[in-house]
């Protein structure tokens, strides 16, 4: 068996990115290989981010192959091959064909720890794969740990050892709460993620150091590794942290985000993109495909292009209705009075407050 490979796939999405610069600064002694996946059809800025990030880093991103025809662009090949028939959040192919599979195949059976950018302020897992030599770690969040990994380490019949992993460490003054918390069973009264957070509570560092001895126990790719310094990482990290880390490293938060004015019916307010993709991605809203056609016309166009034989992007309606003037105007008031209502959150110079619904859906692979 060969060495453990530490991976870290940039999406071309700021957390992704975020967390590749993080990783550079905080953990330097691992070899990271940074991969990416090209659909051929993201923004111009997404790949300036990669190219800036790579400058950073001082190592390559590896571009991994998608598809051997070299005359088709990977999004294009597979559309093909579907009869036109166009991804949806039902019927996610682009996903699986474009990121998941070249990824597998780029680990094919190697022992594999994945790095993925899901920040603390998060209450997701991602849509990340589920082959087992590779193991999701997650180094922005209190538990940096995969669900899978946390539910075996602490299930009710696990106590028993849950309580030798702490014997080991130096709890201090802490010592009898912790026990008392690991002795009470998971129930209807007492359910995993309160136990998960009560032991967080009482030392992120603590926690990690006893499911690392657990994994120990376990066929998962860090059982290999002797030691793993993340298990000392405390630090939560949160929306405004990445845009604090793309932008002092100098790399740059990526040009959509950044928001843009205009005006309908007397009213100001700003519009952006919310995060990477592919510019016809279907998870993004209206008032992003209307960002689309006014910031990115002949995107747009593109975009309208693959909708034909009935398949459209948005359910139940196409893009040439979308941007009929009075649609656009429907859409922009929709999105101002929404704005509004949420006015109290909305701080983010990047309107991700107000676009933030959006961000949690998707796969890890196409926006993080
Ligand atoms: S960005 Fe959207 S359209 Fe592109 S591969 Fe990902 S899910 Fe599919």
Redo the contacts with the bound molecule.
């Keep these: 068996m060969g060495r453990i490979r530490h991976v870290l796939g940039i999406s071309g999405g700021k957390d992704s990115a975020a967390l590749a610069i993080y990783m550079k600064q905080n953990y330097p002694e691992l070899d990271i290989e940074y991969y990416t996946s090209d659909?051929g059809?993201e923004l111009r800025d997404t790949y300036d981010l990669i190219e800036h990030l790579e400058n950073f880093l001082g190592k390559e991103i590896i571009r991994l192959p998608v598809i051997s025809d070299e005359t088709l662009n990977p999004?294009d090949h597979f559309v093909k091959m579907y009869n036109g028939f166009l991804?949806g959040s039902m019927s996610?192919w682009?996903?699986k064909k474009?990121?998941l599979e070249p990824f597998e195949k780029f680990v094919g059976d190697d022992l594999v720890i994945s790095y993925v950018g899901i920040r603390g302020d998060e209450d997701r897992e991602g849509y990340i794969s589920k082959k087992s030599n590779i193991q999701s770690v997650f180094p922005f969040r209190k538990n940096i740990f995969s669900e899978d990994v946390t539910s075996k380490f602490l299930s009710n019949s696990n106590i028993g050892n849950i309580l030798k992993y702490y014997e080991l460490l130096d709890l201090g003054e802490k010592k009898e709460r912790i026990f008392e918390i690991i002795n009470e069973q998971i129930s209807v009264n007492f359910s995993q993620t309160q136990k998960l957070n009560n032991l967080l509570d009482l030392g992120i560092k603590e926690y990690n150091h006893a499911v690392f001895q657990f994994l120990q126990t376990t066929d998962y790719p860090l059982s290999k590794e002797v030691d793993f310094p993340l298990v000392n990482n405390e630090e939560v990290l949160v929306r405004d942290d990445i845009f604090n880390i793309l932008e002092e490293s100098g790399v740059g938060v990526p040009a959509y985000y950044k928001p843009i004015e205009f005006e309908i019916n007397g009213k100001k307010a700003t519009y952006a993109r919310s995060r990477?993709?592919?510019f016809?991605?279907?998870?993004q809203q209206k008032i992003e495909w209307v960002w689309l056609y006014e910031q990115h016309p002949s995107l747009f166009a593109q975009a309208m292009e693959y909708e034909k034989d009935g398949y459209t992007w948005i359910q139940d309606e196409s893009l040439a209705d979308l941007i009929k003037p009075e649609r656009i105007e429907g859409i922009k008031e929709e999105y101002i009075k929404r704005t509004e209502r949420k006015k109290s959150k909305a701080q983010s110079p990047y309107l991700l407050d107000i676009l933030e619904d959006a961000e949690g859906e998707?796969?890890a692979?196409?926006?993080i």
Excluded: Q
């Excluded at 016809?280 to 998870?283: E, I, R």
């Design positions: 659909t059809k999004f991804p996610r682009c996903t474009l990121k990477s993709g592919c016809f991605c279907f998870y998707g796969c692979s196409c926006f």
